[in-house]
């Protein structure tokens, strides 16, 4: 059709055409995924709209902070430091005390969960609190079967006990070391300040992770890589043409995470952006690289989508650290979290919101999910052929 | 037919080497021998056919020579390189259309190109004209905005080709481009293809049709994975001169003359065309017998030019007999009235869409009824509400003298049913899915037994029964899906799309079976797009944009597409006559309206 692009068989095959890496078609490929990416309203609503959604779950929904815990309280004695004692208890804002006079009230009531635990202030407390026979002064039940609370209630009325009884005066002798806690990081301890920051590796192994899955499955499935394969256009160009939108989305969700976590729930980041945006951005190596590893693998979206929940989503849930601590776990699954590389940017977040730039322990988290990145990328590489060889 | 700018030199460079050179190529999948010891030549300047049916190993052959399949053994190179060695050069110096369009759906024509441009290494200074060139050479112009999703079978097409045309190949791979592609837009893929050659590109087009390898320069004709035939299509055919003849206006006595002559051991092959029965000799066979039925039918015997598909069956070793085990065993239909389906002002609207738009029409009892018409035109639509699977928006539906709107369950009972792709139960045995089917239509005890063994026994099932129906050869799979539609023996078969896909000697056995039934009084109502399976039809309704634009025998179709330049049209012919006569009232009325 063209007569200076004539069909001239007997010539070699233009050099440009030749070259194994071309940054024109390499640009002509991202901007490809780029259209598909806007117009495909799925992308979106994973890139945006689920990370809000997820945000606004840890921030609200799901609360691992033991407040207005509901205990009874048995005044079986009449007296009047009784009574302080009790009003002590009903003071707290962490506690929701519900009043009685006979245990048989209350036992009731924690057999059928409406209580975590009570406190009896026994018929001879009096008596006990003067005796200075060091007989406890109340007895305590607590509901075992939610440990940590039972916990909490057991220390917290002991606590309560104490402060009162030091309210008393000099004549009470005060326990040796009296404990003035603080908490530092999370002075409030709100555990919506770590689940936020946690919540955003949550997001952006879904999107590095599930979303490059999918969208390199879905090339398989659909035909369309057949007839990119079947152009100059190499193995590299074709994956890197793919994952430079999908790393521009993670970031962009991340920013957008980030502004939620700090304008609209109160989340302070300490650390500088531009720390933030370097560790997520050495994050989105190893989630890419699974992504791309498991599509490579799979080339089915169903499958792909399957393997990236398994191998990406539940790991990076439930063993980085984000919701359950690592260091309560046992040593076995403990030894599975250094694979996950989501254990280190979880450590690394809670670190730059909370704490500040840290770089000492930075620099360990960056080194081991650019190395775990590094290998999962070898082994895409090798899963994808450039021919249609299964 | 040269393209605009362009003169057909084709400067010296055709012939002097092959494009192509295949050197005893085998590929296994499993335990599929897809291609075993394949050796040929492809030509520049030449458009080449890669001819044979769904299975023979055309699809492996063109990987191979794009470079996505890598050969178990043997050589290829592909306008001088090595297909494993050279592999980037062989992806510089082919253009590829793979089977299934291989375009992004959701970016525009315009995108599409584009990004096929620069895949391909072009400088977007040039890309203006050549861009302008190739919408041009597609008629692809007005619809560069469009999304390549919303773009019909045809137009999606040749978008395929305008960018497996980018960076001009040396060798041109297009792997079956004229399936779900109407006759219209077909003709215009071969005014380009044609246009290329001209140039001196070496083209390759594989299909299953065999009337396409008529029009190719050269055929490589494959089946099961080895070269049955290499040269021009016309040697072939000649092969068969002076074996092909024609009984000429048999009407009526078409189907039994047919199963006739099938059986006399002089006859290789016969087809039903219209009003008559075309017939091929044997090798060596003397036209004696066939001239003796023609004498005691009072049939005019009339030789005919052979045809490529002739020449394939022949090659092949000839079809089937002519007697369907199958209607032997099934009683003489009996039916209240002599119309066993009819519909009035069928009309069934998708929210603003009108599939099928006031469609009315009867089927007498015993006839073959074919509905025909572009992908989209509503064929699949009005089918599935004539048995009962849609509910129409408008109009009614008769089977057996039940509507379809109040006694769907007892209408559905007297039909049998054969969905597109032959929908089978994967994971069912093949004895399960038979099993299952006679449940579905209440066949129980002796009767259920008795059927199945009858079907298992008709169809040569008894090996593949606790296969499962996938791992089938896809004749098989067609003779299953078949048995279950008739187990229950209804009076009425619906077959949508049955022959897709399937070699023409499992084809015709087929239609062998299909003629069988009708001769007993089974009413045969079936979609095809097929060309030649429309002459099997007492009837044809042919539909287009929703409604309905021609409805007879395929003869008075074909007559009416007679013209000074087509003597002897085809029903191919026949209907994109009268798909351009519907467009052009439809143009008519537009301006008048204007």
Redesign the interface.
Known sequence: ??????????A???V???R?F?A??L???V??ES??AI??PSTLLIAFVLPTVLLFLFAYAVSLDVSKVRIGVVLESPSASAHTLAAAFTGTRYLDVTLAHDRRDVAEEIVSGRLRGFVVIPQDFERRLNGRSGQPLVQVITDGSQPNTANYVANYAQGVVQTWRAGLGADVPSTAVALNPRYWFNAELESRRSLVPGAIAIVMTIIGTMLTALVVAREWE???M?????????VVEILIGKLLPYFALGMLSTLGAAALAVFVFDVPLRGSLAALLLLSAVFMVPALGQGLLISSVTRNQFLAAQIALFSGFLPAFMLSGFLYEIDAMPAPIRAITWLIPARYFVSSLKTVFLAGDVWAAFVPNLLAMGVIGALLFLLAKRATR????A | MP?????TVT?G?AD??A?VVIDSVTKRFGSVHALRGLTAHIH?GRLTGLVGPDGAGKTTLL?IL?????PDSGRVTV???DVVDD???I????G???Q????????SVM?NM???A????MDAA?NA??FA??LD?TRLGPFTGRLAGKLSGGMKQKL?LA?A?M?????LLLDEPSVGVDPVSRRDLWRMVQALTD????VVWSTAYLDEAERCDSVLLLNDGQLAYDGPPGELTARLEDRSFRLEEVGERRRAILAEALNLASIGDGVIQGAGVRVTLRADARAEEIQALADRTRARLAAVPPRFEDAFIDLLGGGPGGTSPLAERLPPVELASDIAVSCRNLTKRFGTFTATDNVSFDVRKGEIFGLLGPNGAGKSTTFKMLCGLLKPSHGEAHVVGLDLRRATGAAKAQLGYMAQKFSLYGLLSVRQNLEFSAGVYGLEGATRRVRIEEMIDTFRLAPWLSAAPNSLPLGFKQRLALACAVMHRPPVLFLDEPTSGVDPITRREFWTHINGLARKGVTVLVTTHFMDEAEYCDRVAMLYRARLIALDTPDALKRGAAAPPLADPTMEDAFIHLVESADLTDSNHGERAA
């Open positions: 059709m063209n007569s200076a692009a004539r069909t001239n068989p007997s070699r095959a233009p440009a055409a030749m194994r071309d024109a078609r640009r002509a490929l901007l490809k259209l598909q117009r495909d659909r035909g369309t057949e007839a990119v394969l079947s152009t100059p256009a190499s450039k021919n249609l060889e | 393209v605009n700018g362009v003169s400067e460079v002097s080497k494009a520049y990987r794009t470079g996505l399949l890598v306008a001088g390189f592999n980037d050069a992806h510089v110096a082919t590829y259309m793979p299934r369009f291989g375009l992004y759906e959701d970016l995108e584009r990004l096929y620069q895949l391909r290494g040039r004209g050549l060139e190739l050479f395929g960018c045309l960076a001009r190949p040396a060798v140039e001196g590109m070496a």
